[in-house]
């Protein structure tokens, strides 16, 4: 390919990027350098950069040895500060405030969205869609492949920073620093006042899983085992605890495709709450459970374990640290769909963490977004910029700042700001009037009622003796056009009767 010549690409990761690049030069090595316009905005990057997803880029060459142009600039942090959605959330943490943290490990990014009126979606640190390990302000540090998120009671993020092999540390006011380095960092979680820490030893076949953790009051640190060997599986292995039933800490394992239990220390793999170390998904008793490469696991204030079952497509539970059962979602059904329960649809969902009323919020991984579980099994995802989020339960629209019962607000008849008239009310979704009775006749001892009123609505039939006592006698539906019609088959009993039509 000649000097300067531009290959169209549809990125979805690196290695197709590198594969058509290499395709495209024939003599590429990983350590050339290219310039991509993303957006119009230049930056150089190298095989072993980490591309984001979803791009449409331009990859100007300037030739098989690598050179790239020194004239175009490289992209600013000013200029990619902005996110409008996730690419691929991998985990996610949630403040007393109500606000998630999230990692993107595509984006590169630790972001932050508000839950509640606003729900703004904005990055605390990191440049979108540039890896790199830079410390300092939020806005000029860099991650690489950011992997999991804690925090901790000062209101500080920590992130396993996977490609970077470190833990950073982000202060509340988005200062970034290296808390601790590891070969490859996996996880990270705040439990029992301890920062726990999931990562690989290696490099080589003799890959092993550890977990550490910190006083982060003293800064001692004790390793509280491994797992793992020649036998390891690809991907992460171990993700940091959660906790349930007292003190006891859970560990999600790919490499065993259990869920681990154990305190300190934590013990070896045959210690585990459920799973047969099996690829699959049964239900049932913990001993006979499978699963497929579960990402995280955490407790609930009712005492159960929720499990993000990623490669199943679903979030199951473990109740009484007995039995494992569907959740929400379909096993083996991957898609993106708010529904109830086993009609729910997710993509590899990751990340998971539960709310003071028992809700969770999951990182769905491979959809890009991030959904709300209610403790009935209602999911919603997150909708950023709206009231609420979006996330309104069952039964109810989101309006304004809240979420409505649509059936019955005068103000919110069916819909959001549809405001009922001046002697209206609303009626099963329907702004209803008054009705009156248009006529009147006898027919074999039988009063007959024309009534005319707002059409399809229900209306409550009447009757007094003295136009002080009233009593419904029936009910009375209009049509289409407003008129309906009832019988009053007692009428004869009485000398004199008078009717009115009520909502």
């Not at 170390?277 to 001993?287: H, K, N």
């Not at 009375?476 to 909502?503: C, H, I, M, P, Q």
Request: charged share 10%.
């Amino acid at each position: 390919m000649p000097p300067g010549t531009k290959a169209f690409i549809d990125v979805s990761g690196r290695n197709q990027w590198c594969a058509s690049w290499h395709n495209a030069c024939n003599e590429v090595s990983p350590n050339d350098v290219a310039t991509v316009d993303i957006w119009g905005r230049s930056m150089k990057l190298g095989c072993e950069t980490s591309l984001p997803a979803r791009f449409s880029i331009a990859l100007a060459l300037a030739g098989c040895g690598g050179a790239s142009p020194s004239t175009l600039p490289e992209i600013s942090a000013s200029q990619a500060s902005a996110l409008t959605s996730f690419s691929s959330p991998s985990a996610i943490a949630l403040d007393a405030q109500g606000n998630l943290f999230v990692t993107d490990r595509t984006s590169e990014v630790l972001a932050t969205v508000t839950l509640g009126t606003s729900c703004g979606l904005s990055v605390v640190a990191g440049i979108p869609g540039q890896p790199g390990y830079q410390d300092g302000d939020g806005q000029s540090a860099q991650f690489n492949v950011p992997n999991g998120v804690a925090l901790d009671p000062a209101g500080n993020a920590y992130v396993a920073d996977r490609s970077n092999g470190a833990v950073r540390k982000v202060t509340p006011d988005a200062q970034v620093s290296t808390f601790a380095t590891y070969y490859e960092a996996e996880d990270v979680s705040f439990v029992g006042g301890n920062l726990w820490v999931s990562y690989i030893t290696g490099p080589g076949d003799n890959y092993f899983d550890n977990i550490k953790y910190y006083d982060l009051t003293t800064g001692m640190n004790t390793w509280a085992g491994a797992f793992g060997g020649t036998n390891r599986a690809p991907g992460r292995t171990v993700a940091a605890p959660t906790t349930v039933a007292g003190s006891n800490y859970f560990i999600s394992a790919v490499a065993t495709r259990n869920i681990l239990v154990g305190g300190n220390p934590i013990p070896a793999d045959s210690n585990f709450v459920a799973g047969t170390g099996e690829v699959g998904s049964q239900d049932g008793p913990i001993a006979q459970a499978t699963f497929n490469t579960p990402a995280h696991v955490v407790g609930a204030p009712n005492g159960k374990l929720y499990v993000a079952d990623t490669g199943n497509h679903v979030i199951r539970q473990i109740t009484n640290l007995a039995t494992v059962s569907p959740f929400v979602g379909t096993a083996g059904a991957a898609g993106l769909v708010d529904a109830n329960g086993a009609s729910a649809r997710f993509n590899s969902p990751e990340g998971i963490v539960v709310a003071a009323d028992g809700s969770l919020f999951v990182a769905d991984t491979g959809n890009g977004v991030i959904r709300r579980i209610t403790t009935g099994g209602d999911v919603r995802t997150i909708q950023y910029g709206q009231p609420g989020c979006g996330v309104c339960p069952a039964g109810h629209s989101l309006c304004g700042n809240g979420c409505i019962a649509s059936v019955s607000d005068n103000n919110n008849c069916g819909a959001c700001g549809n405001v009922c008239g001046s002697g209206q009310t609303c009626v099963s979704s329907t702004c209803a009037g008054p009705a009156t009775i248009t006529a009147i006749s006898v027919q074999s001892g039988a009063t007959h009622l024309t009534i005319s009123g707002t059409p399809n609505v229900g209306y409550h039939i009447q009757a007094s003796s003295d136009l002080i006592h009233w009593s419904d006698i029936g009910t009375s539906t209009t049509n289409g056009s407003g008129v309906g019609t009832f019988v009053d088959s007692s009428a004869a009993k009485y000398a004199e009767r008078f009717y009115r039509a009520e909502l």
